[in-house]
């Protein structure tokens, strides 16, 4: 399977869906353009998302939590 260098992604959340395109709209608004400050990688039956610092990973984790 497909992982992102543990150096430059430091910061891992998996999310049980696949429906991804509200969440990536909402971090092109919030953090960046893709590849900047946060990364995806798809799999099947889930997403995991990289990103660069803890502040990122908190603040997409308390707005995409279940």
């Not at 150096?7 to 959340?13: A, G, K, Q, T, V």
């Not at 990364?39 to 707005?63: A, E, I, M």
Request: aromatic share 18%.
């Amino acid at each position: 399977m497909r992982e992102l260098k543990r150096e430059l992604w430091p910061h891992r959340i998996r999310l049980n869906t696949n429906e991804t395109y509200d969440i990536e709209v909402w971090l092109g608004e919030n953090m960046g353009a893709f590849r900047g400050r946060w990364n995806v990688v798809y799999k099947y039956g889930h997403c995991d998302y990289y990103f660069r610092n803890g502040q990122d990973v908190t603040l997409f984790s308390l707005r995409w939590s279940n």
